[in-house]
C-alpha cells in the first residue's frame, strides 16, 4: 500500500512572482507522476497560486492526513517553505517532510539547520526521480544510504548522498 503524499507550493509572495501569471508548479506534476506509478496517492497543492495563508494550508494539512508533506524553495520562499512544514509536523510528528528546489539542492546544510528538525529530508537535484526512491527507503524497501540526492540528519552529523 503506497503513501498519502501532500506536495505544498509555500505562500510567497511579492509581486513579481504574481505578475507572471499564477502557474501549478511543473516539477510538483513531474514528481506527482512518477510517485502515482508506485502506487502512491498524490496531492499538489498550491497555496501560492491560491492566495491561501498558513491557517488555510494548516487546514489543508489536516483534512488530507498525509503520510508525508513535501515542499520547494528557491533562496526567497525558504522561510515560507520551512513554515510549511513546521506546521505539518505541529499537526502530526510523524508525518515525514521534505524539500527540494533551488535553494535545498545548492544550501542542504543550511536548510536542515532550519526549523528546529521540522525538516526531515533535502531533496536535490532532478526530484521526480530522487523523491521515489526517497520514499522506497522511508518504507523501508531500500536502503537511504543508496537514495542518491538527497541530505538529511544522523544525530548531529547531515549525511548528503552523490
Excluded at 500500500?1 to 509572495?13: A, F, R, S
Excluded at 491560491?50 to 488530507?64: A, C, P
Excluded at 525558504?78 to 499537526?91: F, G, N, P, Q
Aim: hydrophobic share 35%; net charge negative.
Amino acid at each position: 500500500m503506497g503513501k498519502k503524499i501532500l506536495l505544498i507550493t509555500p505562500p510567497y509572495h511579492c509581486g513579481v512572482v504574481e505578475s507572471a501569471g499564477k502557474w501549478t508548479n511543473l516539477g510538483f506534476l513531474y514528481i506527482a507522476g512518477e510517485l502515482e506509478k508506485d502506487g502512491h496517492e498524490v496531492e499538489v497543492y498550491d497555496a501560492m497560486a491560491k492566495n491561501h495563508t498558513y491557517e488555510d494550508i494548516e487546514k489543508r494539512i489536516q483534512t488530507s492526513r498525509p503520510d508525508i508533506v513535501g515542499s520547494t524553495a528557491y533562496t526567497a520562499t525558504i522561510h515560507d517553505a520551512t513554515e510549511v512544514l513546521r506546521l505539518a509536523k505541529s499537526i502530526n510528528p510523524d508525518i515525514v517532510t521534505l524539500v527540494g528546489g533551488v535553494h535545498p539542492t545548492m544550501m542542504p546544510e543550511d536548510t536542515l539547520g532550519r526549523g528546529n528538525g521540522d525538516i526531515d529530508y533535502v531533496v536535490r537535484w532532478e526530484g521526480e526521480y530522487t523523491t521515489p526512491e526517497l520514499i522506497k527507503a522511508i518504507e523501508g524497501r531500500m536502503k537511504l544510504s543508496d537514495v542518491k540526492g538527497i541530505a538529511y540528519r544522523k544525530g548531529a552529523e547531515v549525511i548528503i548522498t552523490p
